[in-house]
């Protein structure tokens, strides 16, 4: 049989239930903000700036004001302000064009207007958030072949900006990151 087990007038002294941790409300650790930390360890950009720098920034704004005005043309007075000489006053013409997909479909477009970015749109919103770059292939010319009425293409090709106006008539390829030239 068992001895029945004498109580104290005291309760128990268990030291773990006394230590002054175990009365303290628990404190939110400090969030270290990972990025702030390695933005100043590997900054983006040099500081101070190196000299050809503003040349260069320069130099990308003066073509880009040229290419707009050829684009978009440019009124004499326009010229005049500017500090270069235009070749021409005019706009580029607008003309409708035909946009070939790879798959053989084909959109309608603008000449000058419709960007690769404005078709990935046209044809779905998640290709138009996953696309990063254009290939278009334009044609020399385009000759009637044998072969089933097909077009035979003598093209050019090149990597395209998504923003960049197409000029003419064209075949094109809208390259996600996946693809080998997207991730150049």
Same mark, same amino acid.
């Given at each position: ?12 002294? %268990? ?5 002054? #941790?175990?009365?303290?409300?628990? *404190? ?28 260069? &920034? ?6 880009? %004001? ?15 302000? $500017?500090? #270069? =000489? ?10 409708? %064009? ?20 404005? =078709?990935? *749109? ?8 996953? =696309?990063? &770059? ?10 009637? $072949? ?22 003419? $008539? ?12 997207? $991730? &150049?």
């Amino acid at each position: 049989m068992a001895t029945p087990v004498a109580s104290s007038s005291q309760p128990a002294q %268990i030291p773990a239930l006394q230590a002054t #941790h175990a009365s303290d409300t628990k *404190k939110p650790k400090e969030k270290k903000d990972k990025a702030a930390a390695a933005a100043s360890q590997y900054p983006l950009e040099l500081q101070p700036r190196p000299d050809y720098m503003e040349h260069r &920034i320069k130099m990308f704004e003066q073509l880009q %004001i040229e290419y707009e005005e050829y684009v978009k043309g440019a009124s004499p007075t326009d010229c005049l302000r $500017s500090s #270069h =000489v235009l070749t021409a006053f005019s706009a580029q013409p607008r003309e409708e %064009i035909v946009i070939t997909m790879p798959d053989g479909s084909q959109r309608q477009g603008t000449s000058w207007e419709t960007s690769p970015m404005d =078709v990935a *749109k046209e044809l779905s919103k998640s290709l138009s958030e996953r =696309v990063v &770059i254009a290939k278009v292939h334009v044609p020399f010319c385009q000759t009637p $072949s044998s072969d089933k009425g097909n077009a035979h293409w003598q093209v050019n090709d090149g990597l395209w900006d998504l923003d960049r106006p197409l000029e003419g $008539s064209c075949k094109l390829e809208l390259l996600d990151f996946e693809h080998p030239e997207g $991730s &150049i």
